[in-house]
């Protein structure tokens, strides 16, 4: 489904990612894990444009996203991204953060979408909340509403960018239980994380990032039990 | 003659002049809003070409007196091609190009004032970056823009005394008309004031009421 052949990123002569190769099949629930500054935050921007590369391949469900005919927009609609400070737009109550897109870029009127909307606040348990400004949720509260505002578009791949950093311990657990559904619905998830507990419990496969390159992939029970990588090892006695 | 009988018979000629400046500075400020918000989002956008022509455009407009684009548009501009603008139309226009530059730079600093954040998020949904300006980043960037746009427009009203350089009646130019023929400097230029500082009050007040509307 995801196809990423020899990616490199640049910031001017900072050179992020440097090598990158992997392959993401549908209904995988991959986890990227490494220190920080390894490239895990533009590895995943890269996936839907949010950074131009400068080397290498990204395919998506066939298309090329780096060709420059491509419709971005297009691609977008079908790639869900959940980032670590919510983004909620703060002049929109949850319901209009919810149906702005699909109201404007799908045929749909505006009834139909806030019928999907309810569908997902029930789904991440928010229902109360359809008529609040952002400013008024609490974190946990705010990411739910950020990951129903994703799925609004019926994407079949979400990106997550430490989605549970931001928040206060007693608030991880709420958004990971959402993500976790996601992940047994069948949802093709990229989730970058510090929360070894999900990586090991949820996802199908680990990567593990260091210095712009993948140091080791594989299943979370390998990964977590008997990492290969003397850099793996090193990392993961540190974080765990 | 005291102040009593000189304000009354002064006060339709003056009013007459209100009356032109105020014309004159709703349509500026409204195309100076317009051409401003043009400028104002090339400027933060990735156009080469466009944003340099802004820059220019910008740097032209701050960088001369108002006066000399005045004199510029009305005279200048009529001997080296072939149209003639009344007077009125060419105060306007240089009013409405002088505050366009200004509030460009307003608005680009209000866009420029949103968490980038904002527009990622909207573009990750799939939104173009138009539609993300247009629906996310311009509603939160304007209420900050506000009080600095209400600020040029008090500004740009002001300026258009200058026009009495153009022989155009406005405010300023019917006190001094005034004053040719009673020679009351003192009285006449103190109502003048008092003229501008009402209109000026009152769009202040219009806007105030404008910015709690919105912001509930
Ligand atoms: N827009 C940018 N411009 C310049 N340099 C950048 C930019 N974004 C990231 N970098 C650099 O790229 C490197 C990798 O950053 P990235 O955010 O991908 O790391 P990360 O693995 O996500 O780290 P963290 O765990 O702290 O989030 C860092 O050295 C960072 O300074
Ligand atoms: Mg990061």
Known sequence: MISVKNLKKSF???????DINCEIKRNEVVCVIGPSGSGKSTFLRCLNKLEEITGGHINIEEIEISDRKVNINRIRQNIGMVFQSFNLFPHLTVIDNITLAPIMLKKINKKQAEEIAYDLLKKVGLIEKVNVYPDKLSGGQKQRVAIARSLAMQPSIMLFDEPTSALDPEMVGEVLNVMKGLANEGMTMVVVTHEMGFAREVSNRVIFMENGYIVEEGEPSQIFTAPQNERTKRFLEKVL | MNFWELFKVSLP???????MTVRIITVGIVVALIIGLVIGVINVGNNKVLKAFARVYI????????????????????TVLDFRLSAVTAGTIAIAINASAYMAEIIRAGILSIDNGQMEASRSLGLSYFQSMRKVILPQAIKRMVPPLVNQSIISLKDTSILSAIGIIELTSSGQIIIA??????????????IYLIVIEILTLATS????RWTV
Do not use: D
């Open chain 1, 12 to 18: 001017g002569i900072n050179e992020v990612l440097k």
């Open chain 2, 13 to 19: 000629a003056l009013l007459e002049g209100a009356q």
């Open chain 2, 59 to 78: 740097g032209l407009v701050r960088g001369t007196p108002l006066l000399v684009q005045v004199f510029f548009i009305y005279f200048g501009l009529p």
């Open chain 2, 181 to 194: 023929s009673t020679f009351k400097a003192f009285e006449v230029w103190i109502m003048v004031g008092f």
């Open chain 2, 209 to 212: 009421w404008l910015e709690r």
